[in-house]
């Protein structure tokens, strides 16, 4: 019996598992891909995400987790309307797979047990625990006082629990040896509706031009996407000489309303898969956040799993206040998230 089974090895399961482990519970990981986990994402560091790391784990980003740039210096947002406004803020660049896997090597030291390549099937709740039926090459039993699922969009627990089926945002990102004209210390968001249905991007990592877009529709994909090379190439100089890779992933589309799913009874949500995600995919720090403030709760209120739900909601209470306020100050400066305007 575990007191504790997360489920996922990104930052938010990882900052949960490290704080259980902190206070003495019996913690185990369980992350379905093999270790270290990849994930496709900007690798951008946002200052608040920098400041969460050195708060949960007592210790700055090392160096082993960044690629070249190490720096950013903030985000080039760019309006429907073709204009640029720039967001001075301090960043780190990152490879997620290294990132990641710090944050669980730290969450292993302070005492959580951690299996890979084992994928969370279904979950059964009692009065007293939860059974989690996992797989790696069996099907077999765990139990645990409390699951945290942080698992991201693409819950299976989820769906099964909640009987619904969540709102996908495909992104489509290549990474390309070339040159372009831009200052390469940036990440760089477009929101011109002819780029892109959600939005576009442009980031370095390790001398690689990294260009993605964003759609709701993925018969759209690679319209949009030569759409936005076409723009880089006659506004920014994009010369691409040779594509190292390309790949897809999923995040989920946020709705006017900001809907937090928290869990109930033994199993609780967070991160990405609970609703908590900032404009332009910014997950980290609110992943982080929300799975820090959901072990607390679980901590504090162990005996009791309908004070730990009550107390999740409200150590929450200011990040989804964030990140409502995030959206509304991107839906003004663009018709795709004027919804968001209108509901927030």
């Known amino acids: 019996m575990y007191d504790v089974i997360v489920i996922g090895a990104g930052p938010t399961g990882a900052t949960a598992a490290k704080a ?27 200052k608040k995400s920098m400041d969460l790391v050195q708060q949960y784990f007592g210790k700055a980003v090392p160096a082993s987790a960044m690629c070249t740039p190490n720096d950013n210096h903030g985000m080039i947002l760019t309006d429907d309307n073709g204009k640029a406004y720039t967001f001075e803020q301090e960043g780190l660049n990152v490879w997620r797979s290294s990132f990641d896997n710090w944050l669980t090597e730290k969450a292993v030291e302070a005492g959580a047990e951690l299996r890979g390549c084992t994928s969370a099937i279904s979950c059964e709740q009692s009065a007293e625990h939860i059974e989690l039926r996992l797989h790696f090459d069996r099907t077999y039993t765990e139990k645990a006082r409390y699951v945290i699922d942080c698992e991201g969009v693409t819950s299976v627990i ?31 968001a477009y929101l011109q509706p002819e780029l892109s249905e959600y939005d576009a991007w442009f980031n370095v990592k390790d001398e690689m031009l990294v260009l993605g877009v964003a759609v709701k529709e993925t018969n759209k994909m690679l319209r949009y996407y030569d759409n936005f090379i076409r723009y880089m190439t006659e506004n920014h100089g994009l010369a691409i000489t040779k594509t190292m890779k390309r790949e897809r992933w ?37 992943g982080m956040e929300s799975g820090h403030s959901v072990a607390l709760s679980v901590i504090e209120h162990f005996n009791v799993p309908a004070s730990v739900l009550d107390d999740y ?12 306020r995030q959206w509304h100050f991107v839906s003004g400066m663009s018709e795709t998230f004027g919804e968001m305007r209108a509901a927030l």
Do not use: W
């Not at 006017?256 to 009874?265: A, E, F, N, Q, R």
């Open 313 to 324: 909601k409200k150590r929450t209470e200011m990040l989804k206040v964030y990140m409502q």
């Open 250 to 286: 999923l995040m989920p589309r946020i709705c006017s309303d900001c809907k937090l799913d928290y869990g109930m009874g033994r199993l609780f949500f967070a991160g990405e898969v609970s609703g908590f995600l900032n404009p332009m995919g910014e997950g980290i720090s609110a």
């Open 158 to 188: 989820k769906r099964k629990v909640l009987g619904t089926t969540p709102e996908f945002i495909t992104t489509f990102q290549t990474f390309n040896e070339g040159k372009i004209d831009l200052d390469l210390h940036y990440f760089y």
């Open 20 to 46: 259980l482990a902190d206070s003495g519970l019996k913690v185990l990981i369980v992350e379905r891909m093999k270790l270290p986990r990849y994930k496709s994402c900007s690798g951008v560091l946002i």
